[in-house]
């Protein structure tokens, strides 16, 4: 089918309880904007929700906005960063769902796993391979050289990224997606 599939997976690590100058919490702009992204979905769209500090399927795919918008405020902040198994898993639930029209969409605030990690590159390859739109955004990064590793997963992907410093940024970028 062609039916619409995707896949947020989001960080919900200690390092989204810090602040974006002049914007406010990480944690809180992620619900906010996330709430809205999930709000303006076309009706019919299959969502889940993948968070990840510890690897957590928080929502499985439902059409229905109510639980997506309850797994999203329910959100809180600890713990380490852990890119790979969410993007995994986030590759494997979208491999196995039979439709042309998968969408991941993955936001870190830490610093993106770069072109020397094997794993990584391999699960970004199977992305591309499956067919998989993807965006990868960096929320509030601090140093310029962190881009570089986007890029290079954006395009390892065959998909795009985006380093919004600010929630219209963010938002753009989602709206974008839509």
């Known amino acids: 089918s062609d039916v619409p599939i995707v896949t947020v997976v989001l960080d919900r690590s200690g390092s989204m309880y810090g602040q974006i100058e002049g914007q406010g919490n990480k ?10 992204f999930f709000m303006q979905m076309p009706d019919g769209t299959m969502t889940q929700l993948i968070t990840f500090e510890d690897v957590q399927l928080s ?9 997506m918008l309850q797994a999203v405020s329910a959100l809180d902040s600890g713990g380490g960063t852990n ?8 590759y494997k639930t979208l491999k196995a769902v039979p439709t042309s029209n998968r969408i991941l969409v993955f936001l870190t605030d830490a610093a993106m796993i770069g072109e020397g990690n094997t794993t990584f590159t391999n699960i970004l390859t199977n992305i591309k391979e499956a067919n998989i739109k993807s965006l990868w955004l960096g929320l509030g990064l601090e140093y310029a050289h962190e881009e570089k590793n986007f890029a290079w997963a954006a395009q ?23």
Not at 59 to 67: I, N, R, S
Not at 160 to 178: Q, T, V
Request: proline residues 6%.
């Open 59 to 67: 929502q499985v795919l439902t059409t229905d906005k109510v639980p």
């Open 83 to 90: 890119i790979l198994d969410p993007a995994e898993l986030a």
């Open 27 to 36: 944690m809180q702009l992620t619900k906010d904007l996330f709430r809205e």
């Open 156 to 178: 390892t992907s065959g998909g795009s990224y985006l380093l919004p410093n600010s929630a219209k940024e963010l938002s753009d970028g989602l709206n974008k997606m839509l």
